[in-house]
């Protein structure tokens, strides 16, 4: 019996039938081996990130996010508030328009709920997630093109060679390699069930598919916002591949319109406003067209949209950092923005000639031109000039387009016989290059050092990278056993933090890496100007304040009381009634003999704080000591040991003070409490053996000085 021709408007432009119906003789019968196949590749591709330690934002969802610690109890956290507020906090919005990506910060939860901080699972499950998506990519196009699978051939068939680009293409290392990245995969992966369950309920009209079709669009989105380009996509899918009509199509489209209103309602109970209403960073980084006219604006949008698709075809050198500057501010004279402007330009009007025609490789520019152009920054600003893991959802539509050209050499073309050949060696070629690149990139995101070090290589003028690598490098220096390779690493990092700071002067982080490079290496008088470089920045940072506090007392236990002194008066202007910088700098200024202003410092910090024990503590040293007032040397330290009975200093400086006064054995009843407390300090032990020796028991006065001569051995 006959099959009954299609309708030309089911037609595809070489004849076939894309028409989607399941009971359809038409649809091939493929078995499980071409999923197993590419469910392996996809695995074997990515194992060896197995192994990998967490890296780049992990720090901020996974190892240092409050949320994500709290386990399965964090999730009402997580489904209300920003990707980022159980790492900064309240109220530390940084990214133009929010970042709410519930979904799988909730797998990350739940993880650590299972095992713990053990990067081995997130990878894994990475891993799989991307499997799976491959496999579901050859099964949705599979139903979406029936007419491209010959009998018995499905290895060189157009939904197999697209689902094999897509699972082996090495920018998609970013999003698989990183855990962090499982936002995309999972966009994209309930995207594809969206689109899958949406014909089968249009065809079938079972209410269970028709929820499971809102419910998987829900899903998407709550991975990642640019779900949303597949309200777009799917009818255009619907229109392409079936032969249903548009108004038919766009009746059953407004079904997701409800998860749609669903998603933006949460979004706007966690975040407070929807897109483009949230603040407007004033830092670079988070804003790289910052310091950019328009026109510059957007040629480097222009010229990033180029770099995307040179990507795809020649996916290198691949980088996880594409901040400013590692791109810089283009002109519209720049024979790279015109190309990229006019490539696009023939994307959209051969896309446009192709929902004439229904031409398959139309589809998939399509599908490139509208999943990318919500991370464009064409029409919302996403905080840098591009990143790879942008196009892992866009290069679904790379692959079908290149699998279809190839699928046509290969199948379709007989005359000229050379296109053949060409076409089977481009896809052997792609094969081995792909697969080699992807293999070979993935160890680069073993960890933060491993990835700093790398890409700092190629993002030479980033000044991100440039400064994480830095910091990388401060990290690992206390790891090294060697001083000189400690040194070799420390000087490494000055490099690479001032080339940061040359490229991004305001980079308060970078100031303060370099600050804690300086001081590591002993350069104390370099580590202050960077750090006051940080506060003309950031007035009032606490980790610059912490900073220079510890710079200032590490400066005085290495001689170094004069730059204290700077470092104390400096914190001392910025607050002036912290009574630590006060006890501080009279700590500097004793230690350079300055008594009268040592003197006078102490008592400003119990002026401002009644309760600062460390500096009774201190007037009572100094006044017995260098002004022989043992009288008010007494009052100071019973003040001291008033407030901190256990401060073990004033009860020995109370010891001496009445040994000087002759009061031996009230001086031995202190010594011996300060024993209590501390009893492996060698001068106490010795002053207690003074003390009984005085008093004639020379028994126990050769036992405690034993006990110091040992402790000084």
């Given at each position: 019996m006959a099959k009954k021709k299609p309708s030309k408007q089911a037609r595809g432009s070489e004849g076939k039938t894309p028409e989607l119906l399941p009971e359809s003789p038409a649809t091939p019968r493929i078995k499980v081996f071409p999923y197993l196949?590419?469910?392996?590749?996809?695995?074997?591709?990515?194992?060896?990130?197995?192994?990998?330690?967490?890296?780049?934002?992990?720090l901020m969802l996974i190892r240092e996010n409050t949320f994500t610690q709290k386990g399965i109890s964090g999730m009402g956290d997580i489904f209300t508030n920003d990707a980022f507020t159980g790492f900064f906090g309240e109220d530390r919005q940084l990214l133009e328009g929010g970042r709410y990506r519930p979904l799988s910060h909730a797998t990350f939860a739940l993880e650590y709920e299972l095992f713990g901080l053990n990067p081995f699972w997130g990878h894994l499950f990475n891993v799989l997630l991307y499997a799976f998506l491959v496999c579901l990519v050859f099964h949705v196009l599979l139903r979406l093109l029936p007419g491209y699978v010959m009998q018995g051939k499905w290895w060189i068939s157009l939904p197999f060679l697209a689902a094999l680009l897509f699972a082996i293409h090495p920018v998609h290392t970013e999003a698989v390699a990183n855990i962090k990245g499982r936002d995309e995969i999972m966009s994209l992966l309930f995207s594809l069930l969206t689109l899958h369950y949406f014909i089968s309920w249009i065809r079938q009209k079972k209410p269970l598919t028709g929820i499971l079709t809102g419910l998987f669009f829900l899903l998407a989105l709550l991975s990642k916002e640019n779900a949303l380009t597949f309200l777009a996509v799917i009818p255009i899918a619907v229109y392409f591949f079936t032969d249903i009509n548009l108004k038919k199509n766009f009746k059953y489209f407004s079904l997701l319109i409800v998860p749609v209103v669903l998603f933006f309602i949460l979004r706007y109970q966690a975040l407070g406003f929807f897109f483009g209403e949230g603040r407007v960073s004033a830092e670079l980084l988070n804003n790289p067209f910052l310091h950019a006219e328009p026109a510059e604006k957007y040629a480097t949008i222009f010229y990033t949209l180029g770099r995307y698709v040179q990507l795809l075809f020649f996916p290198h050198p691949l980088t996880h950092d594409y901040y400013p500057y590692h791109i810089s501010l283009m002109e519209w004279g720049n024979w790279q923005v015109i190309l990229s402007f006019l490539l696009y330009g023939f994307f959209g009007i051969f896309a446009l000639f192709s929902l004439k025609n229904k031409n398959i490789a139309g589809f998939g520019v399509l599908f490139f031109l509208l999943t990318l152009s919500v991370v464009s920054n064409l029409a919302v600003p996403v905080g840098t000039f591009m990143n790879e893991r942008f196009v892992f959802m866009p290069s679904l539509g790379f692959a079908i387009s290149v699998g279809y050209l190839l699928w046509y050499g290969i199948q379709k073309l007989q005359r000229p016989i050379?296109?053949?050949?060409?076409?089977?060696?481009?896809?052997?070629?792609?094969?081995?290059?792909?697969?080699?690149?992807?293999?070979?990139?993935?160890?680069?995101?073993?960890?933060?050092?491993?990835?700093?070090?790398?890409?700092v290589r190629i993002s030479e003028n980033s000044a991100k990278v440039n400064v994480s690598a830095g910091g990388a490098l401060i990290e690992r220096s206390g790891e090294v056993f060697s001083e000189v390779r400690e040194q070799e690493?420390?000087?490494?990092?000055?490099?690479?933090?001032?080339?940061?700071?040359?490229?991004?002067?305001r980079y308060t982080s970078g100031w303060i890496l370099l600050g804690n490079a300086y001081t590591y290496s002993g350069d104390f008088q370099n580590a202050y100007h960077a750090y006051l470089s940080a506060m003309e920045i950031s007035p009032g940072h606490n980790l610059v304040l912490n900073n220079l506090k510890a710079l200032g007392q590490k400066s005085r236990n290495e001689q170094q009381a004069e730059?204290?002194?700077?470092?104390?008066?400096?914190?001392?202007?910025?607050?002036?009634?912290?009574?630590?910088?006060?006890?501080?700098?009279?700590?500097?200024?004793?230690?350079?003999?300055?008594?009268?202003?040592?003197?006078?410092?102490?008592?400003?910090?119990?002026?401002?704080?009644?309760?600062?024990y460390l500096s009774y503590n201190k007037l009572g040293e100094l006044y017995g000591k260098f002004r022989g007032d043992l009288e008010q040397s007494i009052?100071?330290?019973?003040?001291?040991?008033?407030?901190?009975?256990?401060?073990?200093?004033?009860?020995?400086?109370?010891?001496?003070?009445?040994?000087?006064?002759?009061?031996?054995?009230?001086?031995?009843?202190?010594?011996?409490?300060?024993?209590?407390?501390?009893?492996?300090?060698?001068?106490?032990?010795?002053?207690?053996?003074?003390?009984?020796?005085?008093?004639?028991?020379?028994?126990?006065?050769?036992?405690?000085?034993?006990?110091?001569?040992?402790?000084?051995?």
């Open positions: 196949l590419l469910f392996t590749i996809s695995f074997l591709l990515y194992a060896n990130t197995l192994g990998h330690q967490y890296a780049l934002d992990d050379y296109v053949k050949y060409l076409s089977v060696g481009l896809l052997l070629l792609m094969i081995l290059g792909f697969s080699l690149k992807t293999v070979t990139r993935n160890p680069v995101w073993k960890d933060d050092f491993t990835l700093f070090t790398h890409d690493k420390l000087q490494q990092a000055v490099v690479y933090l001032q080339r940061g700071l040359d490229i991004h002067p730059l204290s002194v700077d470092i104390f008066s400096k914190l001392i202007e910025i607050q002036p009634d912290n009574p630590g910088y006060l006890y501080e700098k009279a700590r500097a200024l004793e230690q350079l003999e300055k008594i009268d202003e040592a003197l006078y410092f102490f008592k400003q910090s119990v002026e401002k704080e009644s309760l600062y009052h100071y330290l019973e003040k001291a040991h008033g407030i901190k009975p256990d401060h073990w200093p004033a009860l020995e400086n109370l010891g001496v003070a009445h040994a000087l006064k002759g009061e031996v054995e009230t001086s031995l009843d202190y010594f011996l409490q300060a024993y209590e407390l501390k009893p492996d300090n060698a001068q106490l032990l010795h002053n207690i053996s003074m003390a009984y020796r005085q008093l004639g028991k020379m028994e126990e006065a050769i036992t405690f000085q034993q006990k110091s001569q040992a402790l000084q051995e």
